[in-house]
């Protein structure tokens, strides 16, 4: 291997410069730094600062980092891709981007995203009833979009007609027939005229871990016959006017660029003939589905996408505009649904890393646990491969030294080895591992053939948090993210892990990381110190992940803090908001438990007991407020500095 500079060979083991699109990077002092606005090249703010500043404060890891400026600069960004080439294509329709609140309902960040996007009249977009009635409480631009997805009873169809009463661009996406029947039927009791999208279900199929969500066995749409029965069915009432958006969405994270080009070829072939039969389109909506770069490989892995956000505006502007003008029919606005691409950037989950569990982890022991005259073949065999072990090549050391554990276990299953002799191979297995990977550890770079024996050493890295709660896609869909520690990125690192969380489930781990379009098992990560805590942040967040965790185990949801940007300070940033995560009782509440009467049971308990001479009075009002404590305390472990 050539020689590369420790800088350059951090770069190959988290790849922030690539993920990262601009706003994350490496500080002087080997902290990492956020650019929360892209733009600006006078602020970048030291992460570890950061973390400083909110333990002063008492905000206890894990922890939810939020930078609203990142919210805005995204949005910023998209508008401005598409408005440049629209201008560059003179196209004649306008851009009127919505935001799906599903990928982060969050009343801060959807509120931080309509306050960036006015100038745009960006809108907003709503797939269920709860929704709805958020975004009709924050999208009062009455410029603006707000649509309306997702399967609706008439409660939904009423609010919407509600909205329309306020004069609101409000756009029923008729997502099944009967939706259209009812929508008449309530357009009329309510008198008001309705405004309507229609969604198809086109035959393109998305390409990543969502494409499911399009295609003809598509939960969602309306077949073209539908969509022909449906205009009709309008038309004598009345209503073919008020048809005014047509709709598609091919499924999230779409890693091809190729799915998007196809979809758009598809979907305006719908709206020409649409219009050619009088129905008064004026939107085209195509959905979400607008990737993220999670690994930045720039490639189609599930993980990343093969084309730019700039490429993603050209492919649907002039693919829309190559087929309008064939056809000879009009430009429609262009609305699309991007929700991952807004958000996932914006906040990042930041935990501690408490231990190293595992055996390898514990001092070896020579002593014998038996008196061993004459001792199993099996430990005599195991110690001589700890002997050699700096004379053979690895490979065959760890193969020799497993064998003899596996027969260890067999023969102390029939009964042919003592727990002692057991005791002995097993130290002497680990402390074989132990010597390997020290020998490991200095190699830059693992061949393949070589790296599931590496796996096979890898630490475990205890991190305080849940990754039910903070991680859920790692978990049900194997998606990986950007992990990185937060200090010492000046420094090698040396340990090979992998990390595991503090839930009671073995699922409740991460062994996948992301590596340029494959992906490795263990991540390189620094030795601990004893007094210097260490951190992590799982990055790129922001999308499903922030509102999806669920409580197993009752950890519930983190603290939280928003961050912004600010020259006059000597940190370059201020600590806008702290927002508690749920307490104990808070969680076990969602669960029917009544704090109050759980204390008062404990209490009545612990009462008891006051007389006898195991609990005096002064010890029993301690012990009930310790459990009152906790009740109102976090739910995660305390770190080293939060005793
Ligand atoms: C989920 C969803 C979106 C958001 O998709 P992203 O890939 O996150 O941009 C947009 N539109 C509809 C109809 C959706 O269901």
């Known amino acids: 291997m050539e020689d590369k500079t420790v800088s350059e060979r951090i770069d190959d083991i988290y790849f922030i410069n690539r993920w990262g699109e601009g706003y994350f990077s490496i500080g002087d002092e080997g902290h990492l730094s956020v650019r929360p606005d892209r733009s600006l090249s006078r602020s970048t703010i030291d992460i570890k600062k950061v973390i400083d500043e909110i333990k002063e404060r008492g905000v206890q890891l894990p922890c939810v980092v939020r930078f609203p400026e990142i919210l805005r600069s995204q949005v910023i960004h998209l508008n401005e891709t598409f408005k440049t080439v629209i201008d560059e294509a003179d196209y004649k329709g306008r851009f009127m981007g919505v935001f799906p609140v599903k990928v982060n309902q969050m009343r801060e960040v959807v509120e931080e995203i309509v306050d960036a996007g006015a100038p745009y009249d960006f809108g907003l977009e709503a797939g269920s009833k709860a929704e709805l009635l958020s975004v009709l409480s924050l999208n009062t631009n009455k410029e603006s979009l707000t649509i309306l997805n997702g399967h609706k009873d008439r409660e939904y169809l009423?609010?919407?007609?509600?909205?329309?009463?306020l004069q609101r661009k409000m756009i029923v996406v008729v997502e099944r027939f009967q939706e259209l029947i009812e929508l008449i039927e309530l357009s009329k009791e309510m008198n008001v005229e309705p405004l309507i999208g229609l969604r198809a279900k086109i035959s393109v199929k998305g390409s990543g871990k969502w494409s499911e969500s399009g295609g003809e066995k598509a939960k969602f749409g309306l077949s073209v016959s539908e969509i022909m029965q449906g205009v009709k069915l309008l038309e004598e009432n009345g209503l073919k006017g008020t048809v005014k958006l047509i709709h598609f969405h091919v499924g999230s994270q779409v890693v091809n660029i190729q799915t998007i080009k196809d979809a758009i070829s598809e979907g305006t072939r719908i709206y020409s003939e649409l219009i050619k039969l009088g129905v008064p389109i004026e939107y085209m909506d195509v959905g979400g589905g607008l990737g993220v770069d999670y690994d930045?490989?720039?490639?189609?892995h599930d993980s990343s996408r093969n084309y730019s956000t700039e490429i993603y505006a050209s492919?649907?502007?002039?693919?829309?505009?190559?087929?309008?003008?064939?056809?000879?029919?009009?430009?429609?606005?262009?609305?699309?649904?991007?929700?991952?691409?807004?958000?996932?950037?914006?906040?990042?989950?930041?935990?501690?890393v408490v231990d190293k569990i595992g055996p390898m982890t514990t001092d070896f022991r020579e002593g014998s646990y038996d008196d061993l005259e004459k001792p199993h073949i099996l430990v005599t065999n195991i110690k001589e491969i700890l002997t050699s072990v700096h004379e053979t090549p690895f490979q065959e050391v760890f193969n020799d030294a497993l064998a003899v554990k596996t027969d260890a276990e067999n023969a102390f299953r029939l009964g042919i080895l003592s727990l002692g002799e057991k005791a002995i191979i097993e130290d002497h297995f680990w402390e074989i591992c132990r010597v390997l990977r020290g020998k490991i550890k200095h190699l830059d770079f693992i061949s393949e053939d070589f790296e599931s024996f590496a796996d096979n050493l890898a630490l475990q890295y205890l991190c305080n948090f849940s990754v039910f709660q903070s991680l859920p896609d790692s978990w049900a869909i194997d998606q990986l993210f950007p992990v990185v520690p937060i200090t010492r990125l000046k420094e090698l690192p040396t340990e090979h892990c992998i990390l595991v969380d503090i839930t009671c489930d073995s699922d409740g781990k991460i062994d996948k990381f992301i590596n340029l379009g494959k992906y490795k098992n263990t991540l390189q990560l620094h030795s601990l110190k004893e007094d210097e805590p260490y951190y992590l942040g799982f990055f790129l967040t922001g999308a499903y992940q922030d509102v999806m965790g669920d409580t197993h185990n009752l950890f519930g949801r983190l603290n939280e803090v928003h961050i912004f940007s600010d020259v006059d300070d000597p940190h370059g940033f201020y600590v806008e908001e702290v927002i508690r995560g749920a307490s104990a009782k808070k969680v076990l509440n969602t669960m029917q438990y009544n704090a109050g009467q759980m204390a008062y049971n404990m209490k009545k308990e612990i009462d008891s007991f006051v007389g006898l001479k195991n609990i005096n009075p002064r010890e029993s009002v301690k012990l009930i407020d310790f459990f009152e404590d906790c009740l109102n305390g976090y739910t995660y472990l305390r770190g080293k500095e939060e005793e």
């Open 315 to 352: 492919d649907i502007v002039y693919g829309i505009q190559q087929v309008c003008d064939l056809a000879g029919v009009k430009h429609p606005h262009i609305v699309t649904e991007s929700g991952r691409a807004m958000t996932a950037h914006h906040s990042f989950v930041l935990v501690e």
């Open 296 to 300: 930045g490989s720039q490639s189609a």
């Open 158 to 165: 009423r609010l919407a007609l509600l909205g329309r009463k």
